[in-house]
């Protein structure tokens, strides 16, 4: 009994992560074909953060607030992206191996996965609004920080098309274009925190004046 429960919360995974409906259970089947995306409340969750995340990197950009001030020696929206780039790096790896160890608590790792980076990209965010607004006399080399933001951007995007499948209807069996489609956007998803790690070295150089 044991075992079969195991086994279907694992072909439960496979389905998730490979978006392959062919491998599921008729149980996981009727789930994943009878939800609406609508009626999906992290749908509607993911979306009032974004909007929070947009009125917060307009404000610091237009200075409407001040993260400029410092706490202990360092700035404000310095810590903010300590903390950001931090999670990022350590989180991501520690919920791989987590998820792989214990697939029964896929829904949580999956919530813990979506909310934790959407807070993490807040926090970079406003670290990012405040260098780029700041004036023209103090302007800093754009460069590594640019391409650092693109990525955790591609990294959202990429994380929202796919946990939503918004490449597929959900009431139809997944086509074999829409499962290679998957199959790209995931690759794009994980190349780009592997880019993260380059990058985000060489950024805290840069910030250090070391290059
Ligand atoms: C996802 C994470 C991060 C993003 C998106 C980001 C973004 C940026 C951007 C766009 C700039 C303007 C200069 C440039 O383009 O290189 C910048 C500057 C800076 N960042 Fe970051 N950053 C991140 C993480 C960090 C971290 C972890 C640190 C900690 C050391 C840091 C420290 C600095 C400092 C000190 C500057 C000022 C550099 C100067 O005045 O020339 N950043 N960041
Ligand atoms: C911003 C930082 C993010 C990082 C560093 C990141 C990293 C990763 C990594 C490493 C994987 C492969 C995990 C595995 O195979 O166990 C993954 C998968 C995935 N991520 Fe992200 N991600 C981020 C943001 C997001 C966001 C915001 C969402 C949702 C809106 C998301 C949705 C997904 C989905 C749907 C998968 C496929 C596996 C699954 O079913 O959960 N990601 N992500």
Redesign the pocket.
Known sequence: MKLAQTMIVQIDCLCHVYMNERLCPPMVKERVSGSSRIRDPHLWAFLAIVVIIIYLSVAVFLRWINVSFRVEQYLFS?WM??I??LY?AVVTPVAYVLRRRYPRRLQLFRSVHMYGNLLAFML?SI??YQ??GRSPQAY???????A??TM?LTLVLTGFIQRFRLFQRLDVNISSRSRAFAGYLRTLHVSSIIAFYFV?VL??L???RIT
């Open positions: 310095h992206s300590w950001g780039a990022l970079t670290h990012f260098q780029i800093p080399r754009l460069g590594t920080g640019v650092q933001y955790v985000i950024h805290i840069h910030g250090l």
